[in-house]
């Protein structure tokens, strides 16, 4: 038996690839079925089952290709509708994977039809859980996001989750690993650990919501507070998953297409597409399409195009690094981003060399900012981290300004203002630099680094 945990960081997700005497389990896959295919063919491995944990928010699972290409049966547990063929699976229902079995733990309270996967070993002992966002390491999943209006509320959901944990996990040994499908970074949950596996016995010891002596109304209360609003992709994302969507290779046919400089720009007058420049921030700050909105393709780029464009059919023309464009395309499939229209070939360098108009960002370092502070030299400053950040300590004159939040926001700005605009290491503040940009601010300062030891001096002031 062979158990592999396939991470990926920008989305803060994990896959899990099952094996035993050739037969394989992919449980919640990612967009692109190829990685799964290609092992099970070099391997020697039959794909047989596909199993779902629950309708994902936050990125589009790769189950229908994956499906179509090698014949694996979809398994869903109790109460998830769909609009393409699927097994739905009974509590209790057990499926044979070579010599192992996997056996189905409905688990409702982060969605209704939230599912755990126990994995028995060849002796029918219990020894791993696949609990998707029913449980995390160091926390629980967020009981919102399948409220229904007028029926079901968060204290309702949360009020499952309790009882799914108590009465199907934490039943189980001590010893039986427990793999989730999100770790730290990802918008599941509120207090996940950067850590991607445990035992279940270490995290009754830890997981604040897995204490022995909580009651199930300190349970409700302790999970539900402190929720900030869902990222708004998610419900999309969620209609994907039940309803199904474009073939992988039918979106990155359509994306993964390199334009000349004419061509770009012909592209951006007919179908007045949003320019997403993907490279570095140093890069893009140097130089750039007017009206591009930068989100960096090393950094949280999924999360933060699904948290800043509203639409998802929103026709999008990408400035990516060379080599990287796409990984930009099929990066933006995950989280339901399929109306690609092509790449700048050549990438910034062709658009100079065809005359293309170009702006910057003016930029400076969080020294160089330190002493305009202290000269009275900064009109007014936008802090773009989130709440808990600024509220862990902020300068003195700083406004909070959530990079989340900043589409709503912008109006009660002033374009006759100079803001400097700062996060924590310059990602986020060059997010929010080229938003402010394109909706016509340009008096825009970016702090492009670390703003660390400036607020610990003001502490200490």
Known sequence: MTIDQIYTGCLAQGTYYIESEGEVAVIDPLRSPEPYVK????EGHTIKYIFETHFHADFVSGHLDLAKQTGAQIVYGPGARTKYDKYE??????????????RVLHTPGHTLESTTYLLLDENGRPHAIFTGDTLFIGDVGRPDLAQKKGQLTKEDLAGLLFESLRRKIMVLPDDVIVYPAHGAGSACGKKMSRETTDTLGNQKETNYALRADMTRE??????TEGLLPPPGYFAENVRMNKDGYESFDTVMARGAVALSPEDFERQANEHRPLILDVRDK????????????FIGLDGSFAPW?????????????LVAPEGREAEAVERLSRVGYDQTLGYLEGGIEAWKAYGGELETMETIKADNFGRALANGQVEAILDVRKPGEF???HLEDARSLPLATLNEAMGSLDQDTTYHLHCGSGYRSTIAGSLLKARGYHKIVNVQD???DILAQEATS
């Open 391 to 393: 509220e862990k300590g």
């Open 39 to 42: 092992r099970a063919k070099q």
């Open 282 to 293: 140093a890069d893009f700050v140097k130089g750039f399409v007017p009206n591009s909105i």
């Open 450 to 452: 670390k703003v660390a």
């Open 89 to 102: 699976a009974t509590d209790g229902e057990e499926f044979k994977l070579g010599k192992v079995t996997i």
């Open 218 to 223: 300190e349970f409700i209360q302790e999970v």
């Open 305 to 317: 195009v699904g948290e800043l464009i509203p639409d998802l059919q929103q026709p999008i023309l």
